[in-house]
């Protein structure tokens, strides 16, 4: 089957994924990341669940909104270290800079974030 065909049934997981919480533009960046995967085979020897989170996660981190690695790990109930590695395997081999994050979180801002970050991961866990 040809990149092209698998990309676009990614298109609807990564529609599902991202509705609840995020907009249009972080949707389309995240699916584009996961097609950069795609044509370069770094999807190989991963779950695609993993990817897809890893993905979601990286356009997350670039757009500078609040989502945490370790919500996405708690909501798929994954190792965060497994995560983790396939974030920066992702990140390293696309050649993505991503900024670090250095602003702490309230309390306030964690409640939220847990929230948005909970009903992205319940559409995480119906793809996978």
Known sequence: MSCVVIALKERWQF???????????????????????????????????HVIAACVYITCRTESTPHLLIDFSDVLQICVYELGRTY??????????????????????????????????????SVS
């Open 15 to 49: 529609l599902d994924l991202c509705m609840k919480s995020l907009n249009q533009h972080c949707i389309d960046t995240a699916f584009n990341f996961y097609k950069m995967a795609l044509t370069r085979h770094l999807t190989r020897g991963r779950k695609n669940a």
């Open 88 to 125: 920066l395997r992702l990140s390293q081999a696309l050649c993505i800079n991503i900024p670090s994050m250095v602003e702490t979180r309230t309390g306030a801002d964690m409640r939220q974030a847990r929230a948005k970050t909970n009903k992205l991961g319940q559409a995480l866990a």
